[in-house]
């Protein structure tokens, strides 16, 4: 199921400052136990490598219908420093299949219907970000997993200031993955089962999700 995402440039960000190693920070278990009204969402995240330059940090905000104070954010990042260069940055990488390479990911939630807010791309001098989405929700239930699919980034490029190459834009395809992501998860995680997992592959209305206002400028 393919995405479009339609980005708006904003300002120039300031410098970075160096950055501390990638982790995903996973938690230690799968929750099991419908009681806790607990259940959690796999997925995984992905780049183009084919597209130069790249965007160094990949997040997707996800909002809980049922309440206001439930929300998720899926981070993926390269490792680079002050004045690195994006050919020189470092990604973890989990697989590198058909030209896309990234990582699974996994976070408890409570029980609820979930739906993507909004989805944010930083590259050098670039940030971007696409809001007012019309992506399908997806559920979480006690004692379970939901996947929600592969979230494939590629950058879209354009030409700036001096003819150098440069950010524009993104393009997000949403696929399932789930043969391949769920062995991967069940090295992390030997205890999840196949009957523990649902699959709700994310797909959207109108293949969109929106267009942002610009970010306003960082100093």
Known sequence: MKLGLCLLIAASLGCNACSKPY??????????????????????????????????????VFKSRDSALSKLSMLYRADYGLLS???DDTFLTDFDQDGFAGIVYMRDLPVGTYFV????????????????NQSE???????????????????????????????KSAHVDIVNSYARDY????????????????????????????????????R
């Open 23 to 60: 982790t995903k920070n996973l938690p230690a278990h799968i929750v099991t136990d419908p009681s806790q009204q607990l259940g959690c969402v796999l997925a995984s995240i992905s780049r183009n490598k084919a597209v130069e330059p790249h965007f160094r940090t990949y997040e997707f």
């Open 85 to 87: 260069l994006p050919e």
């Open 117 to 132: 807010d909004k989805a944010k791309f930083v590259g050098q001098a670039v940030q971007l970000e696409a809001a007012k």
């Open 137 to 167: 929700p997806f559920d979480i239930q006690a004692g379970f997993c939901t996947y929600i699919g592969e979230l494939r980034v590629t950058p879209l490029v354009g030409k700036g200031l001096m003819g150098h190459t440069t950010l």
């Open 183 to 218: 062995e991967l998860f069940k090295k992390i995680y030997p205890e999840l089962e196949p009957s523990k997992v649902k699959i709700q592959v994310l797909e959207a209305a109108s293949s969109r999700i929106g267009v942002s206002a610009p970010l306003p400028p960082t």
